[in-house]
């Protein structure tokens, strides 16, 4: 049985290795799935060495999956390639961009082609060897469940017969939304729905979901989370609808700053504002569609207030 302390059983045959974000291993035979291998200078041979414990050995076919494009879940991956001899990358139609081309990735995150200094993430690029698309099946008996809203692509991988979920950035644990206040997504309601439509019906049916960057949750618990993640969505919704009422019209560059100070407990870096920048957006677009705002020129730039 695996003994290392970074690695547990999840259910069944799917083993955790821990960090943020969380890595999930399941063996079956002779191939090895691997779900986000993450970052870290000693992440790859972390992961290596649960895989052949898991394995009881070298894999004979290796599959890594990445949940999105995001270097935190990636870069690992190219370490972890080398150590075991190779293997398949696979990722989400839509994230393939994301995760072979760094330029793609920081103008989807930051809104620009920012320096590797202000991305504080090394700039990794992996080639994917593998398009995966929603409902496609995977070795080990998992499968691709498409969840757009964190990237445009972004899709977890549910194993069926272990009914667990490796939700990656599909669910943030309830400090992670505390301490940032505004959820990073490319599309915050569209993350929305995808908590709704297709995790919460998941966790509700008794699937164990385990997040990228929080704790492992089952039953009501996950159902809890998933709503916590809801509703951070929908305060911030509600946060923008009211400050354009009373104090807009606001810049995006504005809207972040205050928003960053006053929903939650991280400090508004300039990293910090791209990203929030980046997510309010996606809430300004959809309050525009509504027409529950507008966007008005002003001489400090493009702005918006709530529409009467």
């Known amino acids: 049985m695996p003994g290392s302390p970074r690695l547990r059983r999840v259910a069944g045959d799917v083993w955790l ?8 291993v399941k063996a079956c035979g002779g191939d090895v799935v691997v779900v986000d291998p993450g970052i870290g200078e000693s992440r790859a041979e972390a992961v290596a060495a649960a895989v052949r414990e898991i394995a009881g050995g070298e894999p004979r076919r290796l599959v890594v999956v990445l949940t999105h494009g995001h270097t935190d879940h990636l870069a690992a991956a190219p370490g972890l390639l080398e150590a075991l001899g190779g293997g398949e990358v696979a990722a989400p139609r839509l994230c393939v961009g994301l995760v072979e081309d760094t330029v793609v990735r920081r103008l989807v995150v930051y809104g620009g082609a920012v320096s590797e200094q202000l991305a504080a993430m090394p700039m990794v690029g992996l080639r994917v060897t593998r398009v995966l698309e929603p409902g496609e099946g995977l070795p080990c008996g998992a ?6 809203g964190h990237t445009p692509g972004h ?9 667990v979920v490796a939700a990656g950035d599909a669910v943030l644990g309830e400090r992670v939304l505390a301490r940032f206040g505004v959820p990073f997504a490319a599309e915050l309601p569209r993350w929305r729905r995808s908590l709704e439509e297709a995790l919460l019906p998941l966790a509700e049916e008794g699937y164990t979901v385990v997040p990228g960057h929080g704790p492992v949750a089952r039953g009501g618990r996950a159902a809890a989370m998933i709503k916590a993640n809801m509703e951070a969505v929908d305060r911030v919704t509600g946060y923008v609808l009211r400050v354009l009422g009373d104090r807009g019209p606001l810049t995006l560059d504005k809207l972040a700053y205050m928003a960053t100070v006053e929903l939650g407990a991280a400090e508004p870096t300039p990293r ?4 929030n920048r980046t997510a309010l957006a996606s809430v300004l677009a959809e309050l525009e569609r509504e027409g529950k705002a507008e966007p008005v020129a002003t001489e400090d730039g493009p702005a918006w207030r709530r529409k009467p």
């Open 17 to 24: 290795v821990q960090g943020s974000p969380n890595t999930l």
């Open 143 to 148: 499968r691709v469940v498409a969840t757009p």
């Open 155 to 163: 899709s977890v991988v549910v194993f069926e017969e272990d009914r």
């Open 272 to 275: 910090q504002l791209l990203l």
